[in-house]
């Protein structure tokens, strides 16, 4: 697959840049997308929820009311679930939700999600570039010449480029990301990604076979 290559004012340069089609155009693998994302989400959670059982409460031993006569069940006591304060049956305790997945799945992921982006048409290969200073203005102009405001969009980069990160960190819908922490949840959720050259063989090196 042929793209343009785009220079920081949006413009398209005289120069092309071939993607790999075994990594940008391959057919799309669903469940190993679900699998990949379904992991992401579960890593992300803390499991630190947790909720009193019967014998973790403290509470009076009385009984409540007595055993016959009352025309109610027996109520023997207030620690019981049935009771507003009372523990809880079956409550969730911490937990870790992660779960291990073939690296060979989480790659074929990731190379469907950037080929639904390729069809979709929502790559862009730019210039490798960089700011003089730190400055949420510049990403903005950038942003706005790729036509791209107001939407997710996802910067994906060869390194860590201080000036670059500091002036997206701002702005609520942009990330910035390096190409070897590149992942599957993070290319379907932005609207667009803009791809620098550097980064691009940087992806097909990673990924390649």
């Known amino acids: 697959m042929e793209v343009a290559v785009y220079n920081v004012s949006g413009e398209k340069t005289t120069r092309k840049i071939v993607l790999d089609d075994g990594i940008f155009g391959i057919e799309p693998n669903d469940h190993a997308i679900y699998l990949d994302v379904k992991q992401f989400m579960a890593n992300k959670r803390q499991g630190t929820h947790s909720s009193k059982e019967k014998s973790q409460l403290t509470g009076s031993t009385r009984k409540l009311k007595k055993q016959k006569g009352t025309g109610g069940a027996r109520a023997g006591s207030i620690k019981s679930p049935l009771l507003k304060g009372g523990a809880r049956v079956f409550g969730p305790h911490p937990r870790d939700y992660d779960f291990k997945l073939n690296k060979k799945l989480k790659k074929l992921a990731r190379k469907s999600a950037l080929s639904y982006k390729a069809k979709d048409e929502s790559i862009m290969v730019l210039e490798d570039f960089t700011f003089e200073t730190p400055k949420t203005k510049n990403f903005t102009e950038l942003l706005k010449n790729f036509k791209v405001e107001g939407r997710k969009t996802l910067l994906v980069t060869s390194s860590v480029d201080m000036n670059v990160l500091l002036s997206s960190r701002n702005l ?27 980064s691009v063989k940087e992806i097909e090196s990673i990924h390649a076979n």
């Open 172 to 198: 609520g819908k942009v990330k910035v990301i390096k190409a070897a922490d590149l992942n599957t949840y993070e290319i379907l959720d932005a609207s667009c990604l803009l791809i620098t050259e550097s």
